[in-house]
């Protein structure tokens, strides 16, 4: 696979994590009944819902940033497997399942989107660059 074509397929996957992560992020710090009552119901409390949607837009704007802040990116990636993994084996015991589908998908995207990641930027990037 080519340097194109590997941005293309990083760029999309970031655009997409970015959109799937971007819009969660929000409904939680707005309260959107849908994501509280689903997260809530899996067991987790309040506070939890405020601080996951501040740090998924921070992380959000760490993924959008181009070529920058390489190492701070790792984190947003370590960040959101957490997330995807810890929603998935929250509704697979609490709901079933059935209702893990958009974590299996997002798992599949992210995984992609940080391979290409990983193949564009090879631990090139220095201490001096966080």
Do not use: C
Request: aromatic fraction near 18%; avoid cysteine.
């Amino acid at each position: 696979m080519n340097a194109k074509t590997t941005k293309i397929i990083y760029w999309t996957g970031a655009v997409l994590t970015s959109l799937w992560f971007g819009t969660s992020g929000i409904f939680e710090l707005t309260k959107n009944p849908l994501v509280w009552e689903i997260t809530q119901q899996l067991g987790y409390p309040a506070h939890f819902i405020y601080l996951l949607g501040v740090l998924k837009l921070s992380g959000v704007i760490t993924l959008l940033i181009p070529n920058k802040l390489l190492r701070l990116k790792e984190w947003v990636f370590a960040g959101v497997f957490f997330d995807i993994i810890f929603a998935f084996f929250s509704k697979l015991a609490v709901l079933g399942f059935a209702a893990t589908l958009d974590a299996i998908i997002a798992f599949v995207m992210v995984s992609v989107t940080y391979a290409m990641f990983r193949k564009l930027y090879s631990a090139t990037y220095s201490v001096n660059q966080f």
